[in-house]
């Protein structure tokens, strides 16, 4: 709630990314449920779910935390039908357009989610996961990139942009989401190590 009046007037809105509980706190769906409800009372209308508990008591590691808890889609899929007023985007698991895809649309019974998160997926294979999603999920009859060239000239552009306003931020930064724009194809390590040379 004190987040939200400071981010309001600045027209800033509040979201929250959580997991459906802990093995300390709880992770039915009544906990996730009550957990919502607390942020939409402050004024939070908008929730990405990593639809897995978080293994606190056993000393998981964070890779193990995303890995080894069961996923739990359908608390996503619960919560749109239960708080229509909010907008719930599903992670976890998804690496492919086609698993996200099945999420977008009825799911067992339950209405769509509004929007997925793709991570790990778009950060090892970004041209296959980002460069068709408008066409693939959004009916978009073109690429808006056409190549992976294309995408990277683009790219480096906006980059370099941000550099010339004076974004304070390590260089590398802007540039590592590239790093696996040329997954699978010939040399696409070389274009890495080039990459980081580059920007060290």
């Excluded at 009550?34 to 293994?55: D, N, S, T």
Aim: charged residues 20%; neutral net charge.
């Amino acid at each position: 709630a004190a987040l939200d009046r400071v981010c309001a007037p600045r027209g800033t809105r509040v979201s929250v990314k959580h997991r459906l509980g802990t093995d300390l706190s709880g992770s039915d769906y009544a906990t996730t449920r009550a957990f919502v409800e607390a942020a939409r009372a402050g004024g939070c209308r908008h929730f990405a779910l990593h639809a897995r508990a978080a293994v606190l008591a056993a000393g998981f590691s964070t890779q193990q935390n995303r890995t080894i808890p069961p996923l739990e889609p359908a608390v996503a899929h619960r919560l749109v039908a239960d708080v229509p007023d909010c907008t719930f985007a599903l992670n976890g698991g998804l690496a492919t357009l086609d698993a996200c895809a099945a999420h977008l649309e009825p799911w067992r019974g339950l209405p769509a989610v509004h929007s997925c998160m793709v991570g790990r997926g778009a950060w090892y294979a970004p041209w296959e996961v980002l460069a068709t999603a408008d066409r693939r999920l959004c009916g978009s009859a073109t690429h808006r990139v056409a190549t992976r060239g294309a995408a990277l000239d683009a790219y480096l552009d906006y980059a370099d942009a941000r550099f010339d306003e004076g974004l304070d931020v390590a260089e590398d930064a802007l540039y590592r989401p590239v790093q696996y724009l040329f997954a699978g194809e010939p040399n696409a390590k070389a274009f890495r190590v080039r990459l980081h040379d580059e920007v060290r």
